[in-house]
């Protein structure tokens, strides 16, 4: 198990709503990527924050944002919800150094259902 | 454009083989590339990592090889256990989406019979 956590672990929201997922990162990591999981396909980047500023995005709508905060926690902000937006949500924490790094260390994942 | 495969047909072997799981890439020259494991209803975890320099790697009964000519990666698990089933996904930093992120494939997934 990694030290990442995410919160909620299961999420029901209707097309037009708004979202909020967080994350807890790995102690020590400075560097949180989050990605979407559509069945059967693989995790696909959405953005990345370092020392809360966002260091890379996605080919992902603005309706989607982020935050990282000083304690390295981060949260995903999704507007409008469409219904291709219910996915697994998964963040991963890293450490950076010099603007590198290399293995990503993944929470359990969000489920979001969009109805 | 830019692109990672990996056999989206699941692979059935008998405990005791050896797994080999295919990573193929095109328009790609990543620095490193890594394998994770994913099993139902959970976050990948990063099993290995190989840099562009490499040739082999290995890991306990984990082999990963990397072929920048070919622009391809074999996984290896040999002495296959039950336990192994789960899906393997391989991702190289960089690509279209910045060379901060990884873009992965859709994931190998195996499945060993006892």
């Known amino acids: 198990e990694t030290g990442v956590t995410q919160s909620p672990t299961h999420l029901i929201k209707t097309r037009g709503q708004q979202v909020t997922l967080r994350c807890s990162s790995q102690?020590?990591?400075?560097?949180v990527s989050w990605y979407q999981q559509a069945l059967g396909q693989g995790p696909q980047f959405i953005f990345q924050?370092?020392?809360?500023?966002?260091?890379g995005r996605g080919n992902f709508p603005p309706r989607f944002s982020g935050l990282q905060f000083p304690n390295y926690s981060s949260e995903l902000n999704v507007n409008a919800l469409e219904l291709d937006d219910s996915a697994l949500y998964l963040c991963?924490?890293?450490?950076?150094?010099?603007?590198?790094?290399?293995?990503?260390?993944f929470g359990p994942g969000t489920r979001l259902t969009v109805t | 454009s830019q692109k990672i495969e990996q056999n989206s047909e699941a692979l059935n072997i008998q405990e005791g083989k050896t797994a080999t799981l295919t990573c193929n890439y095109t328009?790609?020259?990543?620095?490193?590339l890594q394998w994770y494991r994913q099993d139902p209803g959970r976050g990948p975890v990063f099993l290995l990592l190989?840099?562009?320099?490499?040739k082999e790697k290995r890991k306990e009964r984990l082999k990963v090889t990397f072929d920048t000519t070919l622009k391809q990666s074999l996984f290896h698990i040999t002495a296959s256990q039950p336990a192994d089933s789960a899906t393997y996904l391989c991702a190289l930093r960089g690509g279209d989406t910045g060379r901060r992120a990884l873009t992965f494939g859709s994931g190998t997934r195996l499945q060993v019979q006892p």
């Open positions: 328009n790609y020259s990543p620095a490193y």
């Open positions: 991963a924490s890293s450490l950076a150094g010099g603007g590198d790094f290399y293995e990503q260390y």
């Open positions: 924050y370092y020392r809360e500023e966002e260091n």
């Open positions: 102690s020590g990591h400075n560097t």
């Open positions: 190989i840099r562009e320099n490499e």
